[in-house]
């Protein structure tokens, strides 16, 4: 039963955003493993449709929020309230406080307010004057960035692009597929359509099934080996972080659930180590734009030349 809610989930966000299979079922993989995802790429490919469709899809509270270079920390989080009725200060939760938040364009605001989110997606809460509050459960954060190369981007330091599980390209569709979007777009947009198939508690129970999920110890070592060259490479300044290999550990978990088994096969580790761990290197003398092209390369000279577990 509960693999028949995933893939109720894949089916009813593919069928509002079309020709993104793979990006779709990656995103299911990082909500179902409690990790954030990040979408990269030029505007008008569909970042913020996936978003939404997902968020409809599971039935959860949904903010979008729109960074720009005038945002406040406060804007985000929330802020007290002096009352003068009372003589207290009351505390007013910011777009935070909710279960999926897409923060929108995030490389347009500045570092100070990417900042804002790093306690929340690490830790599921938010320390203001003093005072912790908790957050959702569940609890995600989507957010759109457009390529550094666009006019009015701050690149995301690493220590923010360490709290996404996963950074995906959306990329353009193909021919038919956006052929068959431009039908479909005439009487409005697919994904205001949508109905959930799934609600916040069956996702949680979800998430504690993506736990159990078994992982033989020659697989965990197989991933520690590879996150564990990354540090060691001529080519990158950066290697991947411990967070960083219990976040493949995680993604590997997820996604052989969704493929509908309760175990992990060395096919799925490949599957998800480039998204999970490409945005997490610094490769040395490389710009921002060719980054993810030369993270991607090495990555996968990196896992050709370490034997697979049988």
């Keep these: 039963m509960s693999h ?7 089916a009813n966000v593919e069928s509002a955003v079309l020709g993104k299979p793979q990006t779709i079922k990656l995103s299911v993989v990082a909500l179902l493993a409690g990790g954030h995802i990040l979408l990269e790429d030029a505007p008008g490919l569909g970042k913020t449709s996936l978003a939404r469709a997902l968020s409809k899809s599971l039935g959860c509270r949904f903010v979008r929020m729109q960074f720009t270079p005038d945002l406040l920390p406060s804007d985000i989080l929330g802020s007290s309230v002096y ?28 570092p100070r307010n990417q900042s804002a989110l790093l306690e929340a997606m690490s830790e599921r809460q938010v320390s203001i004057e003093g005072l912790t509050h908790q957050l959702q459960e569940p609890f995600l954060v989507i957010a759109t960035q457009n390529p550094y190369e666009f006019e009015g981007t701050y690149p995301l330091p690493e220590n923010q692009l360490d709290r996404f599980m996963m950074c995906l390209s959306v990329g353009y569709p193909d021919r038919k597929a956006e052929l068959e979007i431009l039908q479909r777009h005439r009487s409005g947009q697919p994904v205001d359509s949508l109905s959930a198939v799934t609600n916040a508690d069956e996702v949680l129970e979800l998430q504690k099934l993506v736990q159990a999920v078994n992982v033989e110890n020659s697989l965990a070592e197989y991933m520690l080996e590879l996150t564990t060259r990354t540090r060691s490479h001529a080519e990158l300044t950066l290697g991947v972080s ?5 976040t493949l550990y995680r993604a590997a978990q997820a996604i052989a659930f969704v493929e509908g088994r309760n175990y992990v096969i060395p096919d799925d580790i490949k599957q998800v180590a480039i998204p999970v761990l490409a945005h997490r290197v610094v490769c040395r003398g490389v710009l921002r734009e060719g980054h993810r092209q030369r993270a991607t390369q090495i990555l996968k000279s990196l896992m050709d ?3 697979v577990p049988a």
């Design 242 to 246: 411990t967070r960083g290999a219990l």
């Design 83 to 110: 009352r003068p009725a009372t003589g207290d200060f009351e505390f007013r939760p910011g777009p935070i406080f909710t279960n999926i938040l897409l923060a929108d364009e995030i490389n347009r605001t500045t």
């Design 305 to 307: 030349s370490i034997a």
């Design 4 to 10: 028949e809610v995933v893939r109720r989930i894949i």
